[in-house]
């Protein structure tokens, strides 16, 4: 359930700036965290970290765009009036007007042409997506699948794979999703409900399950004997790192990362934002904009 309090002003202690947070993403995670929906035994490790009866953070969101509006004076790295770019992690907390951070958290400096509504919009899944992609070495001569390809993970993943020099990427989506896929980078479309992909002879060399839905039958017929499959929908967790940040605002600057947003809501609006996010339809990013 989702309910709207009134806080207090979070203070800065040393080594932490206070950021005007401007626009942030609703993601799978929030809605896994709302709901407590994980699969069996990580509903007690969930409720041994987060809190037993209730959560000791209430506040629900990770990634956030905003403006540093106090720093301590121990800081180099950032000014009052950065726009900065970041990932709260475990910590949550982003569905509010004002967040503290510490300085070495995962923030960045937003490039000066990027809006805060699409940079809200790239650290939930790009970082997801970069977790799991480092965990396979680059052969640009590999096939590789991204299964679930329009979430956020998924159509961050494309793009990644892309920048990474595959040759042959294959993005499994429902067909309306086909141009938006092709136009990320991916080489080959298929729709999951037709005969076009369960027929297809393609062998892969890596299938990345975004979405952690792959029917087991897939797994086995179209993986290569020594094939490489990873899935969000295990038991590894991401570890947030500032480095897949950065190279994924490296990207952006070059020009070969898109922000990509599905809807836009503003704060008020946030039980839309989750009745939508819970259809499991949407493509790639739900922006709430402060
Ligand atoms: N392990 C971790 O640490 C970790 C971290 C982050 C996220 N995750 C998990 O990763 C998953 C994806 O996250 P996300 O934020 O990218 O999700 P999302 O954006 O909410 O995913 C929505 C997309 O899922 C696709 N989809 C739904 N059912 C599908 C199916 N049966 N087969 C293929 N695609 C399907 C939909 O595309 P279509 O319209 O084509 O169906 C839709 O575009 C979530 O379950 C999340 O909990 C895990």
């Known amino acids: 359930m989702l309910v709207l309090h009134e806080i207090n002003e979070p203070h800065i202690s040393h080594g932490q700036m206070r950021i005007k947070l401007k626009a942030i993403s609703v993601n799978s995670g929030d809605a896994r965290l ?25 506040i629900l969101g990770v990634a956030y765009a905003g403006v540093v509006e106090a720093i301590t004076s121990d800081n180099r790295d950032f000014q009052i009036g950065d726009r900065v770019i970041g990932h709260l992690g475990l910590k949550t907390g982003t569905y509010s007007e004002k967040i503290v951070v510490d300085i070495d958290s995962i923030v960045s400096k937003m490039p000066n042409t990027l809006t805060y509504n699409d940079a809200a919009a790239i650290p939930f899944g790009g970082i997801t997506a970069q ?26 993943a494309i793009q990644i794979l892309k920048n990474q020099g595959y ?44 979405v952690g839905k792959l029917p087991k039958e897939f797994k086995k017929t179209k993986l290569k004997a020594n094939g490489k499959f990873l899935t969000v929908g295990g038991f590894d967790i991401v570890k947030e790192k500032k480095e897949d940040l950065e190279e994924l605002l490296t990207w952006y600057r070059d020009g070969k990362l898109q922000a990509v947003i599905d809807s836009e809501f503003s704060f008020s609006e946030m039980v839309a934002a989750h009745q939508h996010l819970d259809t499991q339809t949407k493509r790639a990013s739900i922006v709430v904009i402060l």
Not at 39 to 45: E, R
């Open 34 to 58: 709302r709901s407590l929906n994980v699969p069996g035994p990580f509903k007690l490790i969930m409720r041994l970290s987060m809190g037993w009866k209730r959560l000791k953070q209430p």
């Open 131 to 156: 977790y799991f992609l480092k965990k396979v070495s680059v052969n640009p001569n590999h096939q590789v699948m991204v299964y679930g390809a329009a979430g956020a993970v998924g159509s961050m």
């Open 167 to 210: 040759h042959s990427v294959t993005a499994v989506a429902k067909e309306h999703h086909h141009g938006f896929l092709q136009q990320l980078g991916a080489d080959r479309t298929l729709d999951y409900r037709q005969n076009e992909f369960k027929q297809d002879t393609e062998q892969y060399d890596f299938i990345f399950d975004a």
